[in-house]
């Protein structure tokens, strides 16, 4: 009896390991950083920590955003700070190394690449003329160097904290980073320490500090230090004089070189301490596979089906991964002002993450955006304003409204606990009635005094189309949280503003036979046709402003057109509180369908940027959600992959890639708002794991490359017949069954999304 007990014990035992290990498959392996790398994507491919502070990577051009560019171009070094996704001006790219073979001497150590593996949480060369092979991987504030060098060679290593991206001779050069100070220190046989001080960058951002300390498992058997282009074999130490710093080091021939390099913005005892306390040994492998352990946790909260294609699987797991490379979780490291709150950075910017990243984030790591959030609120506190895209813990820039706002309202409309509404909502008011005083490019609302006085923007003012619409769609973001928290008067006023992008509708004007339009209009009401074509004040060109014009950069400056990154097609379809008030002034039902046809047909869809990422979803407020989806899978088909050129526009800090993986859930985000819209899924299966234990589990029966519209659906056995669904129900956990057809059904065509028109 007691074998027949022991057997069954036995066989229990591993019938529940089997369940454990099954229970959490990884997913982690679908992870591919190489996709969207080329091309326009531009996305960090080095290892990086979830939302780690350092970003170790090799550094290809001084002009390359995330570092890296593909082959042939030479590796200069690798620098500890990157963004992914971005444009503009390159911002950080602090505390280079390089090992080379060679005297200790001041030369160019850039090098070819024979060989290069791109992993998650793992990056490795080999150069080709030296065949020395650099390993990379990293923690949160600390990376994990590891040179292996040919045998019998002279072993040498270059410490450049005087390099950094986008670095222009121009004094004040507009989005280039400016060189200000640098210091270096050998303090030991065993460790070296010192800092960057650089300013400006996309941001044109006041002075930042990246200290590092790094220490080596092979002492330094000989060394050489210079400033400017002084060398010293006997100066241990650069002392911060306004030139550039840097050390040249040696070490015996044992052939491999580990080295552990910490930042810090705070010092570089800070950086020690960050070395110390994040990784406490030398074992290489110990420290990638931790590292790949912390973004299985966070990708494998929503599993998708193992049937699955394998393309999908690396898309929307990689999709998952971008949306946590920023922004940048810094707290503790704040050289500004000392807070019990979390403290982000690299907010790059929330004019692309509001619409989708940030959603994402809600579901995967709710946790991590509500201290997000916190940290906003809390740089409102210190700075004066919230940040739009903040970066080396300064303000700026913002592009079109005050977005901060959206993600205060996704936030509340979602339920998230845990932040102060009340001062959330006073950080929102001062950006809708305090102008910005002359920093209207870092922060607040520019042109507000003639938005709240007009009703709108007028032209003549950077961006006034886009800000117009911008704003009022943040008017209603107030609205919302305002009505939340019993604020009658301010919702009662602010949910009038949200119609102010009526103001900018031209009735009138037809084009490829849709009329109404959103056009530029001066301070007296004039609808303006001809523009003025460049700067000259003599001749005084004009030029016809129509809605495909795109301004920059032939006539403008790219910062100050009238649409930002847009043109009026684009954004007299962006309203997204109020769609049906769209379709009322767009002539109805046949004629906004018109619009939207006429949209994607002609392809004044920008699939590459932010203003159009909802625009696919519009049909369904004309009760059609078989056209949105039809719509969608065009789009995926057509610039979406898993390759390097596998993303269609700049991933903006895993904007374009999270877009991506909403949609092959079939859901997708109206953000600032509780509900998501409801399309078919790219997937037969999938579950999300939501907090307190909880699942929510969407399952398309009989999905296929045919049969890709719903034509019935049931939430938790119930017949469910909208086209969108309300975050509580996904977070209350239960299933999701749709049933999937090969031609459009009545589903979804009857109960219509939630609009301020009704």
């Known amino acids: 009896m007691k074998n027949i007990k022991f057997c069954l014990f036995i066989l229990s035992f591993l019938f529940s390991c089997m369940m454990t290990v099954d229970a959490q498959k990884s997913n982690v392996k679908y992870v591919d950083p190489t996709i969207g790398s080329d091309g326009l994507g531009r996305v960090f491919i080095g290892p990086a920590y979830p939302f780690g502070m350092?970003?170790?990577?090799?550094?290809?051009?001084?002009?390359?955003?995330?570092?890296?560019?593909?082959?042939?171009?030479?590796?200069?070094?690798?620098?500890?700070?990157?963004?992914?996704?971005?444009?503009?001006?390159?911002?950080?790219?602090?505390?280079?190394?390089?090992?080379?073979?060679?005297?200790?001497?001041?030369?160019?150590?850039?090098?070819?690449?024979?060989?290069?593996?791109?992993?998650?949480?793992?990056?490795?060369?080999?150069?080709?003329?030296?065949?020395?092979?650099?390993?990379?991987?990293?923690?949160r504030r600390v990376a994990f160097y590891r040179f292996t060098?040919?045998?019998?060679?002279?072993?040498?290593?270059?410490?450049?904290?005087?390099?950094?991206?986008?670095?222009?001779?121009?004094?004040?050069?507009?989005?280039?980073?400016?060189?200000?100070?640098?210091?270096?220190?050998?303090?030991?046989?065993?460790?070296?320490?010192?800092?960057?001080?650089?300013?400006?960058?996309?941001?044109n951002g006041r002075a930042y500090t990246v200290y590092f300390y790094a220490k080596f498992d092979q002492p330094i058997a000989e060394f050489a230090t210079w400033k400017g282009d002084k060398l010293s074999n006997t100066e241990k130490v650069q002392f911060d004089s306004y030139d550039k710093t840097g050390a040249l080091l040696r070490f015996k021939d044992n052939k491999t070189v580990n080295m552990k390099l910490g930042i810090s913005f705070l010092s570089t005892n800070k950086a020690k301490y960050n070395v110390d306390n994040e990784i406490s040994h030398w074992n290489f492998d110990s420290v990638r596979k931790g590292l790949i352990d912390e973004w299985d946790k966070l990708v494998s909260k929503i599993e998708i089906d193992e049937s699955t294609s394998l393309a999908y699987k690396r898309m929307f797991y990689t999709g998952l991964y971008h949306a946590m490379l920023m922004p940048v979780d810094r707290t503790g490291e704040n050289p500004l002002?000392?807070?019990?709150?979390?403290?982000?950075?690299?907010?790059?910017?929330?004019?692309?993450?509001?619409?989708?990243?940030?959603?994402?984030?809600?579901?995967?790591?709710?946790?991590?955006?509500i201290d997000i959030i916190n940290s906003m609120i809390d740089i409102y506190k210190h700075d004066g304003y919230m940040p739009e895209a903040r970066s080396g813990n300064s303000n700026g820039r913002t592009q079109g409204g005050?977005?901060?706002?959206?993600?205060?309202?996704?936030?509340?409309?979602?339920?998230?606990?845990?932040?102060?509404?009340?001062?959330?909502?006073?950080?929102?008011?001062?950006?809708?009635?305090?102008?910005?005083?002359?920093?209207?490019?870092?922060?607040?609302?520019?042109?507000?005094?003639?938005y709240n006085r007009l009703g709108y923007v007028p032209y003549g003012i950077d961006r006034a189309g886009s800000r117009t619409v911008e704003y009022a769609y943040n008017d209603f973001n107030i609205a919302t949280v305002a009505k939340g928290l019993?604020?009658?008067?301010?919702?009662?006023?602010?949910?009038?503003?949200?119609?102010?992008?009526?103001?900018?509708?031209?009735?009138?004007?037809?084009?490829?036979?849709?009329?109404?339009?959103?056009?530029?209009?001066?301070?007296?009401?004039?609808?303006?046709?001809?523009?003025?074509?460049?700067?000259?004040?003599?001749?005084?060109?004009?030029?016809?402003?129509?809605?495909?014009?795109?301004?920059?950069?032939?006539?403008?400056?790219?910062?100050?057109?009238?649409?930002?990154?847009?043109?009026?097609?684009?954004?007299?379809?962006?309203?997204?509180?109020?769609?049906?008030?769209?379709?009322?002034?767009?002539?109805?039902?046949?004629?906004f369908k018109n619009r939207l046809d006429t949209f994607f047909d002609?392809?004044?869809?920008?699939?590459?940027?932010?203003?159009?990422?909802?625009?696919?979803?519009?049909y369904h407020w004309l009760g059609r959600p078989d056209i949105s989806t039809r719509r969608i899978r065009e789009i995926v088909a057509k610039h979406y992959n898993d390759t390097p050129m596998g993303l269609p526009g700049r991933d903006?800090?895993?904007?374009?890639?999270?877009?991506?993986?909403?949609?092959?859930?079939?859901?997708?985000?109206?953000?600032?708002?509780?509900?998501?819209?409801?399309?078919?899924?790219?997937?037969?299966?999938?579950?999300?794991?939501?907090?307190?234990?909880?699942?929510?589990?969407?399952?398309?029966?009989?999905?296929?490359d045919k049969n890709i519209y719903i034509k019935s659906a049931r939430l938790n056995g119930k017949v469910y017949d909208k086209s969108w669904i309300e975050h509580q129900d996904i977070i209350n956990g239960g299933e999701l069954v749709f049933e999937m057809s090969a031609t459009p059904s009545d589903w979804g065509t009857k109960i219509l999304p939630p609009s301020l028109s009704k």
């Open 54 to 139: 350092i970003k170790p990577s090799p550094d290809c051009a001084l002009g390359s955003n995330s570092g890296w560019l593909p082959q042939p171009s030479p590796v200069l070094g690798f620098s500890q700070l990157h963004t992914s996704g971005t444009g503009g001006g390159p911002k950080y790219g602090n505390i280079s190394v390089i090992p080379y073979i060679g005297k200790l001497e001041l030369a160019d150590r850039s090098a070819m690449r024979e060989s290069e593996t791109m992993e998650l949480g793992y990056y490795a060369t080999v150069f080709k003329e030296s065949k020395i092979k650099t390993e990379i991987t990293a923690v």
């Open 149 to 203: 060098y040919p045998s019998q060679s002279d072993m040498a290593l270059k410490v450049d904290p005087g390099f950094f991206l986008g670095e222009n001779p121009v004094p004040n050069a507009r989005e280039a980073q400016q060189f200000i100070s640098s210091e270096i220190e050998i303090i030991s046989d065993t460790e070296i320490r010192g800092y960057n001080r650089v300013r400006g960058g996309w941001n």
């Open 337 to 369: 002002w000392k807070s019990d709150q979390p403290y982000y950075d690299d907010y790059y910017a929330i004019w692309d993450i509001y619409r989708t990243s940030s959603p994402l984030l809600t579901f995967v790591d709710s946790k991590r955006q």
């Open 402 to 450: 005050s977005n901060s706002s959206a993600l205060i309202a996704d936030a509340y409309t979602k339920g998230l606990k845990g932040i102060d509404y009340e001062t959330a909502l006073e950080a929102m008011l001062k950006d809708a009635t305090v102008p910005p005083g002359g920093n209207e490019e870092q922060e607040g609302r520019g042109g507000l005094i003639e």
């Open 486 to 591: 019993s604020k009658d008067d301010i919702y009662e006023r602010f949910s009038k503003q949200a119609n102010n992008w009526q103001n900018l509708w031209r009735e009138d004007y037809e084009h490829h036979g849709v009329k109404g339009f959103i056009l530029p209009r001066d301070a007296e009401g004039n609808w303006l046709d001809q523009l003025p074509y460049g700067s000259s004040k003599i001749q005084n060109p004009t030029y016809t402003y129509t809605p495909v014009t795109r301004e920059a950069p032939w006539y403008n400056c790219w910062w100050c057109t009238y649409f930002y990154e847009g043109t009026s097609w684009v954004y007299s379809l962006f309203a997204p509180h109020d769609v049906q008030g769209l379709i009322v002034k767009s002539g109805g039902k046949d004629a």
């Open 602 to 618: 002609q392809e004044f869809y920008d699939v590459n940027n932010e203003p159009s990422f909802l625009t696919p979803c519009l």
């Open 652 to 704: 903006d800090s895993g904007a374009m890639s999270s877009w991506l993986s909403f949609h092959l859930m079939g859901l997708y985000p109206n953000a600032g708002q509780s509900y998501y819209l409801i399309n078919s899924p790219f997937v037969p299966k999938y579950t999300m794991h939501l907090d307190a234990g909880k699942t929510f589990t969407v399952i398309a029966k009989n999905l296929s």
